[in-house]
């Protein structure tokens, strides 16, 4: 169980005061600091819907005791660590100040939006240091907690939720010299006995992107899911949920897109509990038409899992049902013939696990990278499932 201290209080988890007292905590700006080791590792409260919950900071899970629910596992089992210290790099303050690898504004006549097949992740550099369009959508879910899982959640994550530690998380980091929640839009859950404060609160959000002239445009993100892709008279529209206006696309940057992400829309069209999250920049014309410039899709399980095929999902479905938490690695910048963890299990005694699904159609190299992988991390207990010699081996 967590001990936290916050501003004078040494308060544990199980207290029945700290609920409470956190409301008051959050309005103070106090920062909790978890006691697991010393010296205490730094924290924040985030509020989720009607509650206060305490998160940890940025990359500040190896801070943290093996034994605190805090804990998280090595980054460098996924595409995360080749970022960290380059396009993610944490400041004095604990919060995260990131390097894009795409554009926040937009110049001179419309130019053809870029999918992630032409952007720094599929380039000739060999190792792309900033964040791409995707990558920054899978940080956003990783410093979230959105990776994470335990069986007693089940029911208790819905868009909601989603959006709350998105915004709480986009609060934690910086770029270009901003708060990146300033420039991210998630759409709030539509409530009829609340739909013009709703309405109210999107067009404060939004009027920054709306075009006033022929000078620079300024573009934000947006990440939402997807209700439907519908043709226009030019082009498609991206038509997401809780938004009453579709994100407009050209037709040759949603050919792209479609090829690019085929393997995500077949997964997502195959199950309607599954999810598709859009990540996308967007500016809005002067006749308030919203217009993409890049975009990116993941598609999500009905925890809002992230999965990459049909594998991962069948040891996502077999994990969901265990109290302790698992972890899903993503992949960020990194390639699809890469090896990354699949899912890693923190709390698993003696020592963690890390899950590996090598694909039936990984050759030597991906071997050789999988093996570097499990011996440069010896405190992690590999556990791998070989696709193509058959069955799901037990879970451990």
């Not at 998380?169 to 006995?193: K, N």
């Not at 002067?286 to 809002?304: H, R, S, Y």
């Amino acid at each position: 169980m967590r001990t936290f201290k916050i501003g004078d209080r040494v308060i544990e988890e199980s207290s029945p005061d700290l609920r409470g007292f956190l409301s008051h905590a959050y309005e103070q700006r106090l920062r909790p600091m978890c006691m697991c080791r010393e010296p205490p590792a730094p924290m924040y409260i985030a509020r989720v819907e009607d509650l206060y919950l305490i998160k940890r900071m940025p990359l500040s899970g190896r801070g943290h005791d093996p034994a605190c629910h805090s804990y998280e596992p090595p980054y460098e089992l996924s595409g995360l660590g080749a970022l960290v210290g380059n396009a993610i790099q944490i400041d004095a303050n604990g919060k995260a100040n990131l390097k894009l690898d795409f554009s926040l504004t937009k110049r001179g006549p419309r130019a053809t939006p870029r999918t992630p097949a032409e952007s720094s992740e599929h380039s000739i550099r060999s190792e792309p240091r900033n964040l791409s369009l995707r990558a920054m959508l899978h940080y956003l879910w990783e410093a979230g907690e959105l990776t994470e899982w335990r069986s007693t959640w089940s029911g208790k994550r819905g868009w909601g939720r989603v959006r709350s530690s998105l915004c709480n998380a986009a609060a934690q980091m910086t770029a270009r010299g901003a708060i990146l929640s300033e420039m991210l839009f998630v759409p709030e859950v539509f409530h009829a006995d609340d739909k013009d404060g709703i309405a109210v609160r999107r067009a404060a959000a939004l009027k920054g992107v709306q075009a006033t002239g022929s000078g620079p445009r300024k573009l934000m993100m947006i990440v939402a899911e997807v209700k439907e892709f519908s043709a226009a008279r030019e082009g498609q529209r991206i038509v997401v949920r809780h938004m009453p206006f579709p994100l407009m696309i050209e037709e040759s940057a949603w050919r792209r897109l479609a090829a690019r992400h085929e393997a995500e829309l077949e997964l997502w069209r195959s199950n309607e509990v599954f999810h598709l999250i859009v990540i996308a920049t967007f500016g809005i014309s002067a006749a308030g038409i919203a217009g993409v410039e890049e975009v990116a899709l993941m598609v999500v399980n009905e925890q809002w899992l992230p999965f990459e095929d049909i594998h991962e999902l069948r040891l996502l479905e077999k994990l969901s049902h265990l109290k302790r938490k698992s972890v899903k690695g993503l992949r960020f910048n990194l390639p699809r013939d890469a090896p990354i963890v699949s899912v890693t299990l923190p709390e698993q005694k003696p020592a963690p696990i890390a899950m590996f699904i090598v694909p039936a159609s990984a050759g030597d190299d991906y071997e050789q990278a999988l093996a570097d992988m499990i011996e440069a991390r010896p405190e992690i207990t590999p556990w791998v499932w070989r696709v193509a010699e058959g069955e799901i081996p037990r879970l451990p």
